[in-house]
């Protein structure tokens, strides 16, 4: 994690890391102004507290109160070295708890993060920094040195060759990646999390049987989703590349829409509008890229190649981003490496909503064969030894499909969730299925996978998809765990040269009669593609593109960053499009605008009914703003100190409104429950005095939202290099 520290006032200091600020102070008689803790004090407390986050797990899971339980930490320390201190931390349990907790909840503390590091020793590096040059390599080019070669099934390079290439390849973009944390709570199960040191908000998991294989795992997908924009999708790429010689990549094409906004000759071909345009509801104006912004230019569409003919078809990168998102992504060592990646992910998925939607009842994987794979059997062994009974599943559907399914159960709580790996060889295939299921997961998180069900109509609602696509925690049916499989086991397996799997791969989707799309990407120096199988690979539903379409954000993006220098005549033009927008008032402001406010700031947690209410008072429109704080109150997601100024607003604005109060007369004990200040900035907000409590000013320049413009940062060091892999050729 990269940690900035800015200097404040005084001997106040800030330090911004994620979307978190944290202010240190020293004490007055240290020539401070006593505001708050000093750094050491801050390092004390955060043992305490992690301990403290482990009990709370603990509890949770066992359903334990915690209102009884105190933790308190002490530091001894040591006449002769006060560097040597010993942290003394208990936990007062109440009368009554089972000794089998007592001892759970004294092992949950043992785990505590801070202390682990702390017992196996810090490193530091002290030292005077400059320009960008000056910096540390990346971070996980670092954790393989080994001068071993370890090859492993389906890839073309060993993972020594492939991190160091990989990291190479990253680090000479300029990105310094950083690894954020390590999992290996299962026998031959591995994951990581890595992402960009100055823009945290571009990270990648990665899986494998082995460290190095998860590393290889999450650097391929920090290129994939680097060669593919995938981080940038949801965001607005700023008025500069808005307007620049390319948007997304040199070889887009842009189209004007055709008359009465209809779709432009030339866009897209008959399988694409088979697929998307089935109603005839499809307009030009779906198609305009949210990225950019820049509807006068018209739809930027992106070259793919079909394969069937291998003809230019021209996609809207606005379709690609709504719905497909992430799935058919992939960067290998080798063009066809990349290729068995992104068509093992698309079967992945594709069979894995297939079983689910039809409740179907998969095989069970012979003993005997499982038996071929003794570093499965042994992480599967660690699970239900921990108490996770798991079942191995043949998910081909009767030896017609790549892909495997590992399914876990969690008696304390009844919950269960599958995952499902694809991949030709069957071993591979297998493997991605257990590791996907333990992917940055910890045991105490299998507490909080959904019970299966009968209910054919939870199963088939559209964001239980949604749900297993992101993180395979949607609902399944109690069907899945029958004996009664709809398919009989089949030990299928093809092994051969990536180039022949993709042959084969391939050979599935022709059977199936599916066109198949390519794009491959190696501007930035690596192997990667996108892949598109309209009618079979979208992770949405093709409605998505009419009725929930990112691009809905255009209309308010302007008016909204520019909120505090629109006239009154702006502000209810804007407040009027709100509410004929149809947007449910709990949208995410955020989201809907493309743009990455700090989580925890006002922006960050605004909702469409939060500005409408602000927009309101702003107005002096005072009965319709506290009609709409009535809903923002039952329904917030502030932060606290956020919501109390709410609570307070709500009830500055009841006395207002009454022509038998008088505000003055309830001032006193205002201020006593709320404090003066927040009582301040609530009359103050509704007299009109201040406007849009708490939300920033900023433009269309974006200032002052150091996250986002932190993600640009990121974004044009790959338009410079594409670039000049253009100008090379």
Partial sequence: MQIRVRFLDNLRLEASFDDFRVITDQAIRYKGDGTAPNPFQYFLASSALCAGYFVKVYCNANGIPTEDIHLVQDNVVEPDNRYQQTFRIRADLPEGLSDEHRDGIVQAMDRCTVKRVIQNGLGFEIRAGGDAESEPGTAAVDESSSLTRTMIPGKDCSLEETIATMGALIEGLGIKIEIASWRNIVPHVWSVHIRDAESPICYTNGKGATKDAALCSALGEYLERMSNNYFYNDFYLGETRANAAFVHYPDEKWFQPGPDDSIPEGLMDERFMEAFDEEGELRASHLVDANSGAVERGICALPFLRQSDQ??????????????????????????????????????????????????????????????????????????EEGFPVLVKDASLGGRFPVMCVAIMNPRTGGVFASFGGHPRFEVALERSLTELMQGRSFEGMNDVPLPTFDEFTIQEPNNMVEHFINSTGVVSWKFFSQAADHEFVDWDFAGSTEEEYGYLMGILQDLDKEVYIADYEDLGASACRILVPGYSEIYPAEDLVWDNTNRGLAFREDTLNLHSLSDDELLSLLERLEESELGGHTSIAILIGVAFDENSPWGRCTICELSVLICLALGKLEEANEMLGTLMQFNDSVPERTRFYQVLKAVLDITLRDDLELQDYVPNLTRMFDEEILGHAVASVSGETRFYG???????????????????????????RLASVTAR
Avoid: W
Wanted: hydrophobic share 40%; with cysteine; net charge negative.
């Fill in 311 to 384: 003809q230019t078809v021209y996609v809207p990168a606005n379709l690609v981003g709504n719905i497909f998102v992430s799935n058919g992504m992939s960067a290998g060592n080798t063009r066809y490496e990349a290729r068995v990646q992104c068509l093992s992910e698309i079967f992945e998925r594709a069979v894995k909503k297939e079983i689910i939607l039809e409740e179907l009842t998969l095989p069970d994987v012979p003993e005997a064969v499982l038996g071929r794979f003794p570093t499965i059997v042994e992480g599967i062994a660690k699970l239900e």
């Fill in 695 to 721: 939300l920033t000013p900023t433009d269309m320049r974006l200032t002052g939202i150091d996250k986002h413009l932190r993600l640009l940062e990121s974004y044009e060091k790959l338009q410079v290099a």
